[in-house]
């Protein structure tokens, strides 16, 4: 069964850090691509980093240098250490699951859970 569930969002002020948590099932965590996307208010979803089932990470280049992929591999979490956060980063963050990475970082998953809300004020 692939399920994710998303926690650890909230408000900060620009520059500062965050930390976003995905539970995945055992099945999920294995076997699929796990990463984020997130969408604005208005605006189209936006991928944003992913780990593959092999452990590789890719990130978009919005985020690169300030969000981090990690992973513990016996709770089955994956985390999002997003540092220098800018106002623009502000958004419903999705964990999301698929077969392929690609499809993760288009924001094209067929699984997500349920968004956790990150609001970064200038």
Do not use: H
Request: a neutral charge.
């Amino acid at each position: 069964q692939v399920r994710v569930v998303e926690s650890g969002g909230g408000s900060v002020q620009a520059g500062g850090s965050l930390r976003l948590s995905c539970a995945a099932s055992a099945y999920t965590y294995s076997n699929m691509c796990m990463g984020w996307f997130r969408q604005a208010p208005g605006k189209e979803r936006e991928g944003i980093a992913v780990k593959d089932s092999d452990g590789s990470t890719r990130y978009a280049d919005s985020v690169k240098g300030r969000f981090t992929i990690s992973q513990d591999n016996a709770k089955n979490t994956l985390y999002l250490q997003m540092n220098s956060l800018k106002p623009q980063d502000t958004a419903m963050y999705y964990c999301a699951a698929d077969l392929f990475c690609t499809t993760v970082l288009t924001g094209q998953s067929d699984y997500w859970g349920q968004g956790t809300q990150v609001t970064v004020s200038s």
